[in-house]
């Protein structure tokens, strides 16, 4: 049969989420929370090369670029093979009958990163997605959407915050009311605040993938028992709105001061949830004049860890190259603070 003509090719490019502080009161047991957390590059892409359909048995096809992969998919199937958050993202959009497309999916973020990866890949092809049907999704739009695949299709333990950092991007304290409800405030500061925060902030990836785990589960088995207002969750809460007031203020001291109270109160929910990887990583940051350093994501075993660093430029780069000498897994990932949140356009 012969190969579609491309019709017209769709980009669409979504930020990752670091510094989530807040974290855990962004969920079903918390009921209500308070987050706060920064959109960062590297992207996670999308490339979407859309046709007319026209009988070919491989009208859908992903490419999970990171994996090697290149596959058909059925929209209709009911049920999810390889990726099932990819393929329950293309089902839930409805793309209309007479569409075919190859979508190619990338992120320089490793993954199980703890830097809500899944949540950008998805914000990305939904953004994609929404381009081949009737009207356009607002980000907000984008966001309830990609949870409630990962939640109602996939029946997955999620928070929301990650969705809406890649949806609206920048720096962000994000209020839910009610879960799975948000109102996001974006955090509007001069260049300079902007540009000494990008500068300090470092990402260190622990060189394996992290995982919901058995701690996980105990640990949301007690928040569940202990009630929406128990003390533990207050802390976590507490820590969300330290940072959005020290981020206007341009405080550096008082933003690493609740990233550090921030993962303090992660150990007190388990202690396991900061990992020895972790606490090996911060202590030869304390060594390097490191002010802030906060467990991404729920925490526990592999994943990542945000660093703020002082003043001194020099000693930050003395820092990472510690680190990675400390560990031949650690790894520093550049990064830079994300303006825009997911972005669509047309090639």
């Known amino acids: 049969m012969r190969k579609a003509k491309v019709l017209k090719t769709i980009n669409s490019v979504a930020p990752i989420r670091i510094c989530d502080n807040g974290g855990w009161t962004d969920t079903w047991f918390s009921g209500h929370g308070k987050i706060f957390n920064i959109g960062v590059y590297p992207y996670a892409e ?3 090369h ?3 359909y026209t009988g070919q048995k491989d009208r859908i096809i992903i490419h999970a670029e990171n994996y090697g992969e ?4 059925n929209p209709q199937a009911g049920s999810y093979d390889k990726h099932p958050l990819l393929e329950a993202a293309i089902e839930y959009m409805r793309v209309p009958d007479n569409v075919a497309f190859e ?9 199980g990163c703890s830097t809500g990866t899944s949540a950008a890949v998805t914000v990305a092809l939904v953004g994609a997605l929404d381009t081949l049907t009737p009207g356009r999704m607002t980000p907000h739009e984008i966001a309830r959407t990609a949870h409630a695949i990962e939640t109602d ?3 997955q333990q999620c928070g929301i915050q990650d969705q809406f950092c890649s949806a609206y991007g920048g720096i962000n304290y994000i209020e ?4 799975p409800q948000a109102v996001v405030s974006q955090i509007q500061v001069s260049n300079n605040i902007w540009w000494e925060l990008e500068r300090r902030l470092a990402l260190i990836f622990l060189g394996q993938t992290h995982s919901s785990s058995s701690v996980h589960e105990m640990v949301i088995k007690d928040l569940e028992g202990a009630g ?3 003390a533990k969750l207050e802390d976590l809460r507490g820590t969300a709105e330290r940072s959005k007031n020290a981020v206007y203020a341009g405080d550096f001291i008082a933003l690493g001061r609740a990233m550090i109270d921030n993962a ?3 150990k007190r929910l388990h202690p396991k949830l900061v990992s020895d990887d972790a606490a090996a990583i911060i202590e030869i940051a304390k060594g390097h004049g490191a002010i802030g350093w906060k467990i991404n994501g729920a925490g526990g075993e592999g994943g990542s860890v945000t660093l703020l660093c002082g003043p001194d430029l020099s000693q930050k780069r003395s820092m990472i190259k510690a680190i990675e000498a400390s560990n031949p897994i650690f790894r520093n990932i550049p990064i830079y603070l994300s303006r825009y949140g997911v972005r669509v356009w047309e090639a």
């Open 103 to 111: 979508v190619n999916i990338y992120s320089e973020a490793p993954s």
């Open 70 to 73: 290149r596959y058909v998919v």
């Open 46 to 48: 999308v490339q979407m």
């Open 176 to 179: 839910m009311p009610s879960y």
């Open 228 to 230: 929406p207002d128990c």
């Open 153 to 155: 299709m996939l029946k």
């Open 50 to 52: 859309v046709m007319e």
């Open 264 to 266: 303090a109160a992660q």
